[in-house]
């Protein structure tokens, strides 16, 4: 089913979502979507005009998808100049420990 407008296919991604998330009322889930479709938009056509010149610390988990799309580093080199320290984080292992 193609929708005609934006404000068509918010409502009715509300209205599906609101079907399995009830609590939640039609307008709160309109305005989540709508602020989340923004977010997505925004950063699809974000350049950056410079590059970050600090140190720079990626901390990531040691098994996650934004490594196949974003690469190891999560494309982090591309916007610093310096080289970044990566951790690899096992959540699990630290939430057990208490570190978090």
Do not use: C, W
Not at 40 to 56: C, E, H, T, W
Not at 79 to 100: Q, R, Y
Request: charged content about 25%; glycine content about 2%.
């Amino acid at each position: 089913m193609k929708l005609p407008n934006l404000e068509a296919r918010v409502s009715r991604t509300a209205e599906l979502t609101h079907k399995a998330i009830p609590e939640i009322s039609l307008e709160e889930l309109r305005q989540a979507i709508t602020s989340f479709f923004k977010k997505l938009l925004i950063a699809d056509q974000y350049v950056p005009s410079s590059k970050f010149n600090g140190r720079a610390i990626l901390i990531k988990a040691l098994k996650n998808k934004f490594s196949e799309t974003l690469g190891e580093d999560y494309s982090l080199s591309q916007v610093n100049i310096n080289s970044n320290e990566t951790f690899l984080t096992n959540l699990k292992k630290l939430h057990s420990n208490k570190i978090l």
